[in-house]
């Protein structure tokens, strides 16, 4: 099970989570949008559609099991529109945007921090690697999570 899901488990207030997704909902998506990201990431919109991890929101897809109403631009493809319009490079997938820009790099499917010229800071093999150094590590302890696994 990912980190960030046995997380909320322990502390379920700092997680709201927008519903999950089916994984034929999800794999439409991708196909619609001719995207491959990590399984990891799939894994995480399947159990809970996104949402807000302590003070950060992880974006969702639009997909007919998530309504637009009440999710005014916590959908992925405007975040990575208004990037895009921003100069985002090409080839990377964002998928969260506050404390922490991190995208999907998508020729090695590495999760990446981004600084705000969207050049890359950090890369990470896993979604467990990103959250542990970047979410974890900035919030846990506020929350009452230790900061190793």
Known sequence: MLLLL???ARWPKAFQWFGAIPRSELDDWLQRERLV????LIELWEVTG??????ETIYRPTVPSLPSA???ADDIESLNARHAAAGNLYGLY???????????????QEFVTLRRDHVVEDSFP??????LHTLRAEFG?????DSRA
């Open 6 to 8: 046995q997380d909320a």
């Open 50 to 55: 996104g949402g807000d991890v302590f003070e």
């Open 126 to 131: 896993s979604l467990d690697e990103w959250y």
């Open 37 to 40: 990201l990590p399984s990891d």
């Open 70 to 72: 009440g999710f005014v």
């Open 94 to 108: 964002i998928f969260t945007d506050g404390t922490f820009l991190s995208a999907v790099r998508l020729h090695d």
């Open 141 to 145: 302890k506020k929350y009452g999570l």
